[in-house]
């Protein structure tokens, strides 16, 4: 059985936006791994807890494939190392999503994995197809039924987030696996 074959293009790119005087936002393009580690605003030292993110995915980057079982794990580290941290008595946490390459059945994959409201996106075909989905209570309402989208994109709480790493949070992260095609876009 031959090795999948998937070639790579890839580059990163960040900015504080237009409230914060300062970027937590932390990233890794390290094939086979790449993700958005965006520490949360409004807590010490959110830059520290992305960049503890970043730094416990590093060591995957010497693989050609990942399991799930190896970014389970890069998580759980992650989770550790911001959990552990502590400044101005305030426990900083960040947000995280990512996209591992992996192989299933012979044929490659993305795997798509998030905690809290950073997004990942696929755009195949001219198509862009949100694939995350985020841990804030307004999503929970939307599930529920009680927001439309619509309403959810300016309602007063849509900034608040139900999962994270630290900050005394659910640490759980999800993951989507999706076969991988000749000009998808992992945005």
């Known amino acids: 059985m031959t090795e999948p074959q998937l070639e790579v293009a890839f580059g990163a790119a960040s900015h504080q936006g237009l409230v914060r005087g300062a970027n937590e936002d932390s990233y890794l393009t390290a094939p086979p791994v790449f993700l958005v580690a965006d520490g949360m605003g409004g807590h010490s030292d959110g830059e520290l807890a992305s960049r503890a993110v970043v730094d416990a995915f590093s060591g995957l980057s010497s693989r050609r494939w ?55 996106h696929l ?34 709480d849509r900034n608040v987030i139900t999962r994270a790493l630290g900050a005394g949070s659910d640490e759980d992260a999800d993951f989507w696996m999706l076969p991988a095609a000749q000009g998808d876009r992992m945005l």
Do not use: M
């Open 66 to 120: 990942l399991t799930p079982d190896l970014l389970v794990d890069a998580v759980a580290r992650a989770a550790s190392t911001v959990s552990g941290l502590h400044a101005d008595g305030r426990r900083p946490g960040s947000t995280l999503t990512g996209v591992g390459l992996t192989q299933q059945g012979g044929l490659p994959c993305w795997l798509v994995f998030n905690i809290g409201d950073s997004r990942t």
């Open 123 to 156: 755009l195949r075909d001219g198509e862009l197809t949100q694939i995350s989905v985020d841990h804030s209570v307004v999503q929970e309402l939307v599930d529920a039924g009680e927001l439309t989208p619509e309403e959810a994109a300016t309602a007063a």
